[in-house]
């Protein structure tokens, strides 16, 4: 129930193309699905989020889509750059089962983005 | 505007050790949240703390992990008689409040020889 799956695991984009990384979950009571992105030896850095009523926000590159009927989520990476380069996740945000008003974040496994020139 | 510090950021443990983590918060965050990252897997809630009380600790193992965010300093996550399986990159977090989304530090990357 508190899963939260993501793939694929790794993802060669050209530069110039749409990365596409999709995440899946579970648990109906989530309300809030962040995305981060970490560089090597770096901690995450959020990068774009998005709540259950809305079907689509846009940041620059970066767009989440969202459908919540089937229970998931999208990041989309337009015109990819070297840059971009990085290890992606999806998270979700639920009430926590140990404590009375605490929150946790859920995290997929990863998607590791090479932008190839 | 300093972001959430954490140190050391390389560690080293023989079995049986102690290590220690810590972790200041963004200025102005009261909350502190620690997650584990074990390689080529996401990051695993441990704890989240606000000052001087746990509100949260399900992802904590019961034996040997220990946090604290004392009223003075940094938040400190404590594993004693460390073992080969506890190696991992530690990372802290903090909000502003609760709903607050948060932000990482750098991690401190635990290795037990």
């Known amino acids: 129930q508190q899963q939260v799956k993501q793939s694929p695991q790794s993802l060669i984009v050209q530069k110039g193309g749409i990365s596409i990384i999709n995440c899946a979950y579970e648990?109906?009571?989530?309300?809030?699905f962040p995305w981060y992105q970490q560089f090597p030896g770096k901690g995450p850095a959020l990068l774009i989020a998005?709540?259950?009523?809305?079907s689509e926000k846009k940041e620059g590159r970066f767009t989440i889509s969202f459908n919540k009927s089937a229970k998931q989520f999208s990041l989309h990476i337009m015109d990819s750059q070297p840059g971009d380069s990085a290890t992606y996740f999806c998270a979700a945000r639920g009430v926590a089962r140990g404590g009375a008003g605490s929150y946790q974040l859920t995290f997929g496994k990863g998607t590791k983005l090479s932008v190839i020139p | 505007n300093a972001g959430v510090m954490q140190n050391p950021r390389h560690l080293v443990r023989r079995r049986g050790q102690e290590a220690r983590l810590r972790c200041s918060p963004m200025?102005?965050?009261?909350?502190v949240y620690w997650y584990r990252q074990l390689p080529e897997e996401g990051l695993k809630f441990m704890v989240y703390l606000q000052k001087e009380n746990i509100i949260d600790e399900s992802g904590m193992p019961k034996e040997r992990f220990s946090a604290e965010f004392p009223k003075e300093g940094p938040s400190i996550l404590r594993i004693q008689q460390v073992v080969r399986g506890d190696s991992a990159a530690y990372f802290c977090?903090?909000?502003?409040?609760?709903?607050?989304?948060?932000?990482f530090g750098n991690g401190t990357r635990l290795t037990v020889t």
């Open positions: 200025k102005g965050h009261s909350h």
């Open positions: 977090a903090s909000s502003q409040a609760v709903l607050s989304p948060l932000h």
């Open positions: 648990n109906t009571a989530f309300d809030y």
């Open positions: 998005i709540r259950p009523d809305v």
